[in-house]
């Protein structure tokens, strides 16, 4: 089980550049979720899914999209990549749909747009 | 989601109990309550979660007050490896958002 695993673990992009930050678990979790830190600050929700197909907005979701395909996979998509978006993103998965399971987190991908 | 209110910081002695406060004073009846902790710029471990009753697994104690307005993480011997930022949140039961605001930084001192 390699648990929640992200791709890549560093990026450098320049201001208008498109990205995806990729996102797999291999433990059959219907949750997915992607956050953003920002040095020194606590995690930011962007977008979860709770299943293939379904996907909603967290608290900032403004400049980058999701799909969910797949059970596994869980793609952020940054369309014009800005200085903001600099910081440090996490996804994680959890197995039971309700609220009784943790979450589980990858080792994060660290973002840097210049 | 209930929102949570931590301390920025605390210190605790090392080998001593740490007790790590949340406030969550808007949680409803079937919301629970879930620890976790950063340690430096790795994802956010899982601690420890609960309803109603205290609860105790192998890395902390979570006492919940009565009322569910606070509950109490408790590390019954900090080390140096307890040193993190500890997240309290209560996720709504209805919309699946799981917000963590800024936590606790916990600071171990030898």
């Known amino acids: 089980n390699a648990g929640v695993t992200q791709t890549p673990k560093f990026q450098v992009l320049k201001t208008g550049q498109s990205m995806t930050l990729q996102c797999a678990q291999d433990?059959?979790?219907?949750?997915m979720s992607w956050y953003r830190q920002d040095p020194g600050m606590g995690l930011r929700l962007i977008h979860y899914?709770?299943?293939?197909?379904?996907?909603d907005q967290g608290e900032v979701p403004n400049g980058y999209n999701v799909s969910r395909s797949t059970t596994e996979d869980f793609p952020l998509r940054l369309l014009s990549a800005a200085p903001s978006q600099t910081s440090v993103y996490f996804c994680?998965?959890?197995?039971?749909?309700?609220?009784?399971?943790?979450?589980?987190f990858g080792e994060g991908s660290r973002l840097t747009v210049l | 989601d209930a929102k949570t209110t931590q301390p920025p910081s605390m210190d605790c002695a090392e080998g001593r109990a740490a007790n790590l406060p949340c406030n969550h004073s808007?949680?409803?009846?079937?919301?629970?309550v879930y620890w976790y902790r950063q340690i430096h710029s790795q994802g956010p471990q899982y601690i420890i979660h609960g309803l109603k009753n205290n609860e105790t697994n192998e890395m902390a104690s979570l006492i919940i007050t009565e009322d569910r307005k606070s509950s109490t993480l408790i590390l019954p011997h900090a080390t140096l490896r307890d040193i993190a930022v500890y997240y309290c949140i209560a996720p709504s039961s209805g919309t699946y958002k799981y917000i963590f605001g800024t936590g606790t930084r916990l600071k171990v001192l030898a």
């Open positions: 899914s709770v299943g293939a197909g379904i996907t």
């Open positions: 994680a998965s959890k197995g039971q749909f309700v609220h009784t399971g943790e979450l589980f």
């Open positions: 433990m059959n979790h219907e949750y």
């Open positions: 808007t949680i409803s009846g079937n919301e629970y």
